[in-house]
Every structure is written in structure tokens, then in C-alpha cells.
């Protein structure tokens, strides 16, 4: 089936450091590729996506490419900062039933020291 | 701006008592979902629904049943609580069920079962 894995953690880094968080994909079809970022305490935020093979997805001077020759949706930031803290998600989209639905990796804790 | 709110936050059960998890969202979205966070396991899809009336199961949808009664409202149901579900538990919402990644988290609700 579809399936996630992505970088164990703890990854710790000092501030402006360069981070790279590995994921990979398995799945059937075309799926879209996504990071979710989870700071402590709350819910699940969309960082970043992308649709299609060969985008680009970019917010807050995060980065990840989709690379369907890898299978890999790989998640990169050139100079870390203390609020960057958070637990990442890599995510895919596929259709099941009548809905799409995410699936997600375990998730990589970010700690960055100042 | 309430977006998804999930009620309660923590809850304490003892084995084979029963609770209800509610969320709600005031952004008029058709799907909806309830996730469980487990350490190192990601986020595993509970069950869902894709509109008013309907529910469907997702990976995990043993020991909980659900109901959507009002668009607005997703009920996650456990009929007699297990330790193997003490877990935290997350509500999502979404427009185009999960086609555009845009899911909407709450801030998730605590459960522990002794």
C-alpha cells in the first residue's frame, strides 16, 4: 500500500545550521507530497506541498523538491532558527473510498539551540 | 477565528468506561476526520466523513465508532476504553478532502486509559 517513511529523529542542531529532513513514498498513482509541522502543544500545520513531479514547495525559507525518479519529497532549511523547534511530518495525499485522505511518516522532532 | 476546536483536551478513563470526543469547525468544510498520535507511529486515520450523515472507516477504526449528524460536528465514540487506546487524539477538517493537503488540525485531545 501507499506508505511514508521519513528521517528519524531527535535531530538536534545549533541555530543556523543547515537542515535536511529525508522522507520517501511508496505509492500507486500521482500523489501529492506534503509537509505538516507540529509545535508543542498543538495541532498539525501545513508548511509546505507539492502537486506534481519535479515542484517545488517553499514557505517560511523551508524547501522540498518532488522527485518522482527517487521517490523522495526531501525537506531542507539553509539556516535553522530556535523556533523552528517542532516535529515534522511528511505527508502524502491518495484516494481511498470516496475521499482523499493523508498519510503520513512518524515524524522527525527538531530541536534547534541557540 | 475558533477554526477546529476538540473537546474535551484530556480525559482520564478507567478500563471499559466509554467518552465521547467532540469537534467542531465554523469553516464549512464537507470532510472531516479524527486521527490518533502515537509515539513513533505518526498520525493514523481513525475514521472519516465526507459530508453531513455519512462516516467511512480509515486504518485503524476498531473500538471507536463516530457520527456526523450536523456538517459542523464529528463525534469520535469509544464504547468500552482499552489501554491500547490511550493515545492523542487529533480532528481535521478539510474542503476538498485532503485533494489540495489542506487539512485543518485542533489542538488534539489527551486520552489515557488505566
Known amino acids: 500500500g501507499d506508505s511514508v517513511t521519513q528521517m528519524e529523529g531527535p535531530v538536534t542542531l545549533s541555530e543556523e545550521a543547515f537542515l535536511t529532513i529525508n522522507c520517501t513514498y511508496t505509492?500507486?498513482?500521482?500523489?501529492?507530497l506534503f509537509w505538516y509541522v507540529q509545535y508543542p502543544g498543538e495541532g498539525l500545520q501545513l508548511l509546505l506541498k507539492?502537486?506534481?513531479?519535479?515542484d517545488k514547495g517553499s514557505n517560511k525559507g523551508f524547501e522540498a523538491t518532488y522527485r518522482k525518479e527517487t521517490t523522495s519529497f526531501h525537506l531542507e532549511k539553509g539556516s535553522v532558527q530556535v523556533s523552528d523547534s517542532a516535529v515534522y511530518f511528511c505527508?502524502?495525499?491518495?484516494?481511498?473510498?470516496?475521499?482523499?485522505?493523508?498519510?503520513f511518516g512518524s515524524g522527525t522532532q527538531l530541536t534547534v539551540l541557540p | 477565528n475558533a477554526g477546529v476546536t476538540q473537546t474535551p483536551k484530556f480525559r482520564v478513563l478507567k478500563t471499559g468506561q466509554s467518552m465521547t470526543l467532540l469537534c467542531a469547525q465554523d469553516?464549512?468544510?464537507?470532510?472531516m476526520y479524527w486521527y490518533r498520535q502515537d509515539p513513533g507511529m505518526g498520525l493514523r486515520l481513525i475514521h472519516y466523513?465526507?459530508?453531513?450523515?455519512?462516516?467511512a472507516k480509515g486504518e485503524v477504526p476498531d473500538g471507536y465508532n463516530v457520527s456526523r449528524l450536523k456538517k459542523q460536528n464529528f463525534l469520535l465514540g469509544l464504547e468500552s476504553a482499552a489501554p491500547s487506546q490511550t493515545s492523542v487524539y487529533f480532528c481535521?477538517?478539510?474542503?476538498?478532502?485532503?485533494?489540495?493537503?489542506?487539512?485543518?488540525f485542533g489542538e488534539g485531545s489527551r486520552l489515557t486509559v488505566l
Open positions: 507539492a502537486t506534481k513531479a519535479d
Open positions: 505509492a500507486t498513482g500521482y500523489p501529492s
Open positions: 481535521a477538517s478539510g474542503r476538498t478532502g485532503g485533494k489540495s493537503g489542506e487539512l485543518f
Open positions: 505527508a502524502l495525499s491518495v484516494r481511498a473510498g470516496s475521499a482523499r485522505q493523508l498519510t
Open positions: 466523513s465526507v459530508g453531513e450523515g455519512t462516516t
Open positions: 469553516m464549512n468544510h464537507e470532510y
